[in-house]
């Protein structure tokens, strides 16, 4: 630990020093810097693009709304430009250093032109990020969403490159990855599990999220420990002039956001709950005397984030998130067995913003994030529970540094403490308590230090180049079992309290470039190879909450994943269409899986990893990209082409096969278009290719019961999925008119209310999509009744929905 | 049943989200599936009791969905084969003994000694592979090596009867499980797992009280649909346990299909019989279960049977019984 911190205090000495150097060599230029805000509720603007109009050079502000631009001295206009914002343009005479913070003042609030993704101009083309994608959550509410909620990461399945796990799920996979291979960060803590009502909806409450960023290829140096993909979730702030409030109520849950000042101008708090009344509203349509009788559910979200601004140069911000899902099962009669399945994450990040200077900025972040899981189930004298969770404790110190017009560099490091626990049992009957060992908390340390530059090598070439160095070391206390032959404890070893176990460390490099092709195109590539040094174990074919977060050990090696992209981005019509083709090649290696026949209750007594195997994967595929930005009309279409293949010497008989997600073909289309001030519509299309399922190919009588042989894993693909989603909001009056008691004159103001009710349609032409395939067998050899069947689920078919939703 | 509620959590818990998919279900269609050929395996239905001559069932395996007809079924059992039973001294080659020969008022018996369908066993030539001059019966603490030759395949298997644990004590408990009902129950039993960790268990029950038609309610041993488990969490306790009733699969007898299935009644005399099996064994018919089971759940990762048959499928299984019997009084 000690080494560590010294090793990031001499970065942060070191590294300046050097710039500064690389600073004084150059002319004599000054950097103009400050925070771009809402004008009307001081929320700080990400991505708003800032230059000087006259060589049309500039940035885009940091997640915290933070510009720094150097310029020649002398006379000339400060512009920013951000979608859904008046143009702002200042002239400014440049002789020193100079603060600007700019206001930025939203356009009218209907009528504006609706974006469903906004990035400033540009972007597309002049930044070295690929596989990067933007969205504002607040403008999402116009588009389609399954039952009227929502949902940031069903919108994200619509990018090229990220599939879905099939009918209304929320699990993502980024080109090829596995959904343990996505780093989800909500305000810079992490969230192990991402979903609700197992996968059908997402934790995260698009009323409390600013801004969402998916970065899919070329990750840089300033993220890691994941190696597919990173969500970045920024919460909003909440409004710092005023108070505000808003809101929804639908079919199956509720919302409510509040916010305001605490104190004007220099601090603000946000709110945010959700809770779904699924428990509520089908009680009474459920037969007492059903078998469901005593059953209920119900999940909850809340979120709440608070900031201040200490003084110009400092900035505090605490925010939390905690969300519960709670399964009760439990029959109508005495004898029957009850269930009990809770489980949840919290997080809670504090995070400090400081100005050291106009070139330096500085977060630092304190986080905690905690998921854990338990099943409780009793009968009779008998009772049953096992629990899995993670937390995890973090600190993390990222600089941003501007020392001149070329060079942007990032530096920092990050720490970890995690503790796993990985797969409890307990089991009595009666008064007898099974002999299953509590097994032991794991313990792991994991730390990361990292630069990068972003660095105009030319006015065409720019790369952006960095290396992140990371470690993870599980130590004790812990108890290591013995095991013979057949995965059963013969003795134990123990660590003490601090003893490493188990120890990995890797220099993770990452590079991208951007070369310019004229004013609105630009070729890209991107390498980079990261280290994971958590695995998601899953006994299902489907991930659920039972899945479990298992650490790297002597025997399960950190996943290891390098990417290779190239890709071609073009403007079109003056930035008004951006258009991408992207291609990449991918590997996996120490993927994980459960062995075939593993089970949860054999996870007692043993190893928490003796009952995992492990092998490789790689995925390539192609992906297009038209996006049109702005007009009444927009949204975006993608198209993918892809291949993702497994290889497990211990699955499928050491043959590849292909992954639950490899779609060879994947179409989205998403539009959005509002012709008045009072009608918005949105409309959504999906096309994937059928997902590949392992279906047994033989069938032989054993003591005269039907088994299943099954030959090859994932040899199967079920039928196209196809889905059209519509939806249409109604605005209500945004302006009243009053009249004059003294002239009679009407004048016309925007009142302070606002609601509107959006009807959504899913599955518009009532698509049978294939949700799985089971066989049945049924009647009796014996008699000649004897029948078997292949038959077809689907989940949802056409299904309307009501949203009202208000805002003050 | 905590047995059953430790091997079938993962089916339960699972079966809660199929619960709660289908609540919101619109539509399940029958659909065709086209499915690769493979080569028929064959597949061994073996065991060897203590006290008892081995008794062999060969099959072979089907296309999922080749037809289904009682002539097909009948074509999937293996009438012809040479099968042998090493037993560490003398190497015993089996008799076959075939449906066709078995008079027909002996069907009956045949089918409820054997498990298969007595209209299998009228309408086809079924046969089995025993030793019929009693020169080869299963003793505990031996091993015994099989060797098949069937289908122009070899297959060989090796198992090892171990030491039969007698049960503590038996009863019957109602289960109040049915409004109003006083009668019906399950089985309790006391075991005391011996020290050395690796006992596996088999569970089954026969009724041998006569039903309303007059005749044993069972006409042999039945194992309950999750009938194995094993020490790993019990190693040297002495426990509690109960099971249900168990009913043989495509059963239409009258208390399988009224509210008596599953449930032991009232007045009823159970023998129960507790088989120990190696390990090897047990992992059979734990993922036999398993199997079974998670026919048609598609949460569950498909798994195959672990066999330790070596060139084809099933088990060859020593077991090492007890018994102990109960009259159902609460």
Redesign the interface.
């Known amino acids: 630990m000690r080494t560590l911190l010294s090793a990031i205090v001499g970065l942060f000495f070191v590294l300046p020093c050097i710039t500064s150097e690389l600073h004084a060599q150059g002319s004599q230029r000054y950097s103009i810097s400050g925070y771009v805000k809402d004008a009307s509720s001081g929320e700080a603007l990400i991505g708003a693009s800032v230059f000087i109009k006259e060589t049309m050079r500039g940035t885009a502000t940091n997640v915290y709304g933070y510009y720094v631009i150097n310029v020649e001295p002398g006379a000339q206009t400060l512009a920013m430009s951000f979608i859904g914002y008046e143009d702002f343009l200042m002239p400014i005479d440049v002789t020193k250093d100079l603060k600007v913070n700019i206001n930025a003042v939203p356009k009218a609030i209907q009528g504006k032109v609706v974006e469903v993704v906004g990035t400033r101009t540009g972007e597309n083309t002049e930044d070295t990020r690929m596989g990067t994608t933007e969205l504002d959550a607040q403008k999402l509410s116009t588009l389609p969403a399954l039952l009227g909620e929502v949902d940031i990461l069903k919108t994200i399945q619509f990018l090229p490159g990220v599939a879905s796990n099939g009918e209304g799920n929320s699990g993502f996979y980024v080109r090829g990855g596995g959904p343990d291979q996505n780093l989800i960060l909500l305000d810079d803590a992490t969230v192990y599990n991402a979903s609700h ?2 996968g059908f909806f997402s934790v995260f409450n698009a009323d409390a999220v600013k801004n969402i960023e998916l970065i899919k290829g070329g990750m840089p140096a300033n993220y890691g420990g994941r190696i597919s993909s990173v969500l970045d979730i920024n919460m909003r702030d909440g409004n710092n002039k005023s108070f505000h409030g808003q809101g929804g109520i639908g079919l199956i849950s509720s919302r409510l956001t509040l916010e305001g000042p605490i104190v004007k101008d220099r601090s603000s708090f946000i709110v945010s709950g959700r809770r779904t009344y699924i428990d509520v509203v ?1 009680k009474p349509f459920i037969n007492p005397e059903s078998a ?1 009788s005593g059953s209920g ?1 119900y999940f909850y979200d809340l979120n709440a984030k608070a900031n201040y601004q200490l003084s110009d140069k400092d900035r505090v911000f605490v925010s939390g998130y905690f969300g519960r899902d709670v ?1 009760d ?1 439990s ?1 109508s ?5 009850r ?1 009990r ?1 809770p489980w949840g994450n919290a997080t809670v990040a504090a995070r400090w913003n400081h100005v050291f200077g106009p070139k330096l900025f500085m977060n630092t972040t304190a986080t905690f994030s905690d998921y854990s899981f338990a ?1 409780q ?1 009793d ?4 009772e ?1 529970e ?1 629990f899995s969770g993670i937390k995890d404790y973090g600190l993390k110190v990222d600089l941003s540094h501007y020392p001149n017009a070329r060079h942007r560099l990032k530096y920092g490091g990050q720490y970890i403490y995690h503790i796993y626990t990985t797969s409890t ?1 307990r ?1 009595s ?2 008064d ?1 308590d ?3 060992d509590t097994p032991p908390k794991l313990h792991a340390h994991e730390t990361a230090l990292y630069v990068m530059d972003d660095f105009d090598v030319t006015d065409e070439l720019r790369i952006n180049a960095g290396v992140r160095l990371s470690t993870f070391a599980h130590v004790g206390p812990f108890t290591l079992y013995d095991l013979d032959e ?1 995965g ?1 404890a013969t003795g134990t070893t123990d660590f003490t309290s601090g003893e490493p176990i188990s120890s990995y460390a890797a220099l993770e490099p990452r590079i991208s470039l951007r070369y310019r092709l004229g004013p609105n195109g630009s070729v890209k590539a991107s390498y980079n190879r990261g280290q994971q040094y958590v695995h998601l174990a899953s ?4 991930p ?1 909450p ?1 899945d479990v977060w298992i650490p790297s050990s002597s025997n399960v090696r950190p996943q290891i994943g390098t990417q290779y992209a190239a890709g071609y981005f073009r403007d079109l019509f003056d930035g008004v269409f951006e258009t991408s083709v992207e291609g990449y090649y991918k590997t996996f290696d120490n993927l994980i899986e ?1 062995a ?2 593993a ?4 996870n ?2 043993t190893n928490y990893d003796a009952q995992l195997v492990f092998g490789e994967g790689y995925s390539y595929g192609a992906e297009f990209f038209v996006k049109k930005r702005t007009g009444k009309v927009n949204g975006w279409l993608g198209y993918t082409w892809s291949k993702t293949m497994r290889q497990f010497p211990d699955i499928n008989e050491g043959r590849e096969f292909p992954s639950r997600w490899d779609r060879r073909n994947d179409l989205s289309f998403v539009l959005a278009y509002e012709p008045n001030k009072r009608w918005s519509y949105g409309a959504t299309f999906i096309y994937a290719t059928g997902q590949a ?20 894993r994932n ?2 693909r079920m039928v196209p999925y196809h889905r059209l989603d519509l939806a249409a909001t109604l605005h209500n009056r945004t302006l009243r008119t009053v009249s004059d008691p003294i002239t009679g004159e009407e004048t016309e103001i925007t009142k302070r209310w606002h609601s509107s009710w959006t009807f959504a349609v899913y599955n518009a032409y009532n698509r ?1 999509n294939p ?7 049924s ?6 009744s ?12 056409i299904l309307p929905s009501v949203t009202w939703n208000f805002n003050f | ?2 047995l059953q ?3 079938s ?2 089916h ?3 079966s ?2 199929a ?3 289908l ?11 086209d ?2 050929e ?1 080569e ?2 064959v ?1 061994v ?1 073996g065991v060897i009791e203590t006290g008892a001559p081995p008794v062999v069932i060969l ?7 080749a037809p ?3 002539a097909s ?1 009948a074509a ?1 059992f293996i009438s012809e084969a040479t099968v042998t039973v090493f037993d560490g001294s003398t190497t015993h080659v089996l008799d076959r003994v075939c449906s066709s020969a078995i008079p027909e008022e002996l069907l009956e018996e045949a089918a409820a000694a054997t ?6 066993l009228a309408n086809a030539n079924i046969c089995i592979w025993t030793k019929l001059d009693m020169s080869l019966l299963g003793e505990a603490g031996r091993s015994y090596r099989l060797e098949v030759q069937a289908d122009n395949k070899n297959l060989r298997a090796t198992t090892t009867i171990p030491n039969a644990v007698p049960l503590d004590s038996l009863w019957f408990r109602l ?5 109003g009902d006083d009668s019906l129950g399950f089985i309790w039993a006391r075991l005391s797992d011996p020290d050395t ?2 006992n596996h268990y088999r569970w089954l029950a026969q009724r041998t009280n006569a039903g309303p038609d007059g005749v044993a309610k069972d006409a042999n041993f039945v ?1 309950p649909f999750f009938s194995v488990f094993e020490d ?11 099971f249900n009733r168990g009913a ?3 059963s ?1 007898a009258e208390d399988d299909e009224n509210e008596e299935r599953g449930y032991f009644k009232r007045g009823d005399t159970v023998i129960v019989k507790l088989v120990s099996l190696d ?1 090897a064994s047990f992992k059979f018919y ?3 279960q ?3 089971a998670s ?12 066999s330790n048959v070596e060139g084809g ?2 088990v060859w299984s020593g077991w090492g019984s007890s018994l102990r019997t109960v009259i159902c009084q609460p």
Do not use: H, W
Request: charge should be negative; aromatic fraction near 16%; charged fraction near 15%.
């Open positions: 009502l197992f089908t469901f559910y399964f099962f029959g009669n005495e004898g029957d067995p269930f399945i099943f189930a009968q009779d004298q008998f049953f096992l049992v089991v009957s009666g007898t099974f002999n299953i057949n059963r006994f299902g074919s489907t659920l039972t459960y075939e026949g089970s949860p209750q054999n007692g007594n399922v392992t279906l047994p190919v033989n069938r032989y009588f054993f003591e005269g019961r039907v088994v299943s042989e099954y030959t090859e040899g199967y049978a949700y799985f395939i089971y066989f049945d067998a009647g009796n050899p014996g008699n000649n004897f029948q078997v069947v292949a038959k077809q689920v689907s989940l949802f078919s | 049943m905590e509620l430790l091997s959590m993962r339960l818990n699972l809660i989200l619960a709660l998919a609540t919101l279900v619109a539509c399940e269609k029958e659909i065709t599936v499915l690769p493979t028929p395996r597949v239905e099959t072979r395996t089907q296309a999922y969905f289904t007809s009682l079924i999937s498990g298969i369908d007595v209209n299998l289960a109040q499980q049915q409004p960790i690796g194992a790993r969490y019990t190693n040297g306790l002495t426990f509690d346990f109960n043989r699969p495509f239409n390990r734990e993922s036999f398993s199997n079974v026919a048609g759940d598609v949460f569950s990762n498909p798994a195959n049977v672990i499928l099933g």
